[in-house]
């Protein structure tokens, strides 16, 4: 059948199985809006508030369920718009693909209006990206983009399409099936035979999981492992959600802002057995004190990211899943009690911590109390989301999940506003209760995407931590800047956001107790709507334990003295 450009792009979707986009409408892509129109039945479209709201909501529609989020801008500043998403989602694997109108091809290259060489930005942030010339590949190219975009490493793929190749017709024949993942090379014999020899060697085993064991839904299997071999498990910020809470082998977070038994753990294995994980350096601290007297086995998909930020002792490439299930295979049975012992040791000692830190809090309405709240009393299934600062490593702290894929929050880059859009994204992909975390200076980034949620009638409950500060900066100006307070403190600011809530359509609640708090969440989860809960606390409550930048498991800070310092 003879399409326009512009219908072969929505049927290609479609056909990708593709039943929602995020996108904002403008004159080089409005070919595309109108083939939207035309298929209206099939594929929806959410109007976020601007086109980085719309490409964090691909991204947390990703992060919840593993399909390709998509997302749609117009040329120029449109498609510069969804930069910050597009590098988002980069760094932390998610894929995507983000599809952008451009001036026809014949303007291109004579700074036209609102053109833009949006392949040339974006290069070194998508794993691929096409500028389409012509319209007789434009549907291989969108199948293409799909099967790159989740095969092996996943990430973003940008399509870039002139407004001529949209409005130009062309023999549209389907492919009667969604694009493949492409097959991944399996990891070579000799590295997974060494695996399995030093995990049988192994006292003291550390199972390290990351983005990519959690993307690929191997929590249960570890446990399984974990159980076998004796060994206890941490994870990275990407890895939490992958183990089912009430594993008592799992120790949680480990690194900068990680629990201390899980550090601590790791710091003490004579093994650890990464698993999509690259050893980035939040995790590792000081890279040359990082792990000196233990082995470490690496398993990746991506040739680059074995020994690129720590030496390994075996480094396997390929497939995960083949890799990760062999060696569970053929590795020994064994217990390891002692090690298992000594984990719950430093399990006691994390416990004695915290409540050190909430004794000194008193009857003060702490971060805790909200997370520990929410935990009480969210729904099954929930997804918690988060933006980035001291709100975001609280709740990796203190959060639980009872399934996988139900943490979304940006790792790598760790930009700030990125919640309310990946919320969207979320609750869309899902249907299930979401819950975003926020705190007063990452939601005034983009809430402007509350028009989104209301006008969609797309439920969410948004809890700000409101403390008056940018708290993770103020953190650290508190410990390594002598206290001054530079430019972190937001009072100035005189946005009352129960009217703010209220003014887009939303419910507004303020709360200053965890009773009040437990109260306003449980109404705004049976409202059904959109809901924000302005929650203060207090401008000294900090993200511990802490390594320091450039630090080591010798320099964990497990207490601050807001009228001192640090003590270790």
């Known amino acids: 059948m003879k399409l326009t450009g512009a219908e072969i792009l929505v049927r290609s979707l479609i056909d990708q199985g593709v039943t929602d986009v995020f996108g904002y409408p403008g004159g080089q892509i409005i070919n595309v809006y109108d ?42 500043p449109g498609a510069t718009n ?47 990206n096409y500028f389409v010339n012509k319209i007789e590949d434009l549907a291989d190219v969108i199948r293409e983009a799909f099967a790159i975009a989740k095969s092996g490493r996943p990430g973003p793929v940008l399509v870039d399409i002139p407004k001529d190749v949209q409005m130009g017709t062309y023999e549209y024949e389907p492919k009667g099936e969604v694009s493949p993942k492409m097959p991944l090379p399996k990891g070579k014999n000799e590295d997974l035979l060494e695996a399995v020899r030093l995990v049988n060697e192994a006292k ?14 191997l929590g249960r299997e570890i446990v399984n492992f974990a159980d076998k071999i004796g060994a206890v498990i941490g994870c990275t910020f990407m890895g939490l959600s992958a183990i089912p809470d009430g594993c008592d082998r799992f120790l949680g977070m480990q690194g900068m802002h990680g629990h201390y038994a899980s550090s601590m753990s790791q710091n003490e294995a004579d ?28 398993i990746d998909v991506d040739f680059a990211e074995i020994n690129k930020n720590v030496s390994v002792d075996c480094g396997i490439v390929g497939d995960v899943e083949h890799a990760f299930r062999f060696i569970a295979k053929e590795t020994e049975a064994k217990t390891n009690p002692e090690w298992f012992s000594r984990a719950m040791v430093l399990k006691a000692d994390e416990i004695r911590f915290e409540r050190k830190i909430e004794a000194a809090s008193g009857n003060k309405f702490t971060p805790k109390k909200v997370i520990e709240t929410i935990n009480d009393n969210k729904p099954p299934k929930t997804v918690i989301v988060t933006d980035v600062g001291q709100h975001q490593m609280w709740t990796a702290q203190y959060a639980k999940f009872d399934t996988t894929r139900r943490f979304v929050s940006s790792g790598g880059l760790g930009t700030m506003g990125f919640g309310l859009g990946a919320a969207i994204g979320a609750r869309v992909a899902t249907g299930d209760a979401t819950v975003l975390i926020t705190g007063d200076g990452s939601f005034g980034m983009n809430l402007n995407e509350l028009a989104t949620a209301v006008s969609h009638n797309i439920p969410l409950v948004i809890v700000i931590m409101n403390n008056g500060v940018l708290g993770m900066v103020r953190q ?72 320091p930048p450039g630090g080591s498991i010798d320099d964990i800070i497990t207490n601050i003295d807001t009228q001192g310092g640090a003590d270790e």
């Open 35 to 76: 083939a939207l129109y035309k298929y209206k039945d099939e594929i929806n479209h959410i109007l976020t508030a601007h086109e980085q709201g719309a490409a964090h909501a691909a991204d947390g529609y990703s992060r919840a369920t593993g399909k390709v989020g998509v997302c749609i801008a117009t040329s120029g």
């Open 82 to 128: 969804l930069v910050t998403g597009i590098a988002t989602a980069m760094l932390d694997s998610i894929p995507m693909v983000a599809i952008t109108g451009n001036v026809p091809c014949a303007l291109i290259g004579k700074d036209s209006f609102q053109e833009i060489d949006i392949t040339g930005i974006t290069l070194p942030i998508t794993k691929h």
């Open 204 to 217: 003291r085993p550390y199972i390290y999981i990351g983005g990519g064991a959690a993307g690929l839904g």
């Open 271 to 298: 093994l650890i057995i990464g698993v999509g994980v690259r050893f980035s350096d939040r995790a590792t601290g000081n890279v040359g004190k990082f792990a000196k007297n233990t082995k470490i086995i690496q």
């Open 476 to 547: 650290w100006q508190t410990l390594f800047f002598g206290r001054r307070y530079s430019n972190t403190v937001l009072t100035e600011r005189k946005t009352d956001f129960v009217k703010l809530a209220e003014a887009f359509g939303a419910d507004g609640y303020r709360v200053f107790t965890k009773a009040e708090f437990e109260d306003a969440f449980n109404a705004a989860i049976k409202s059904g709507r959109v809901a924000v809960i302005d929650t203060i606390i207090d401008k000294d409550e900090f993200v511990l334990p802490m390594l």
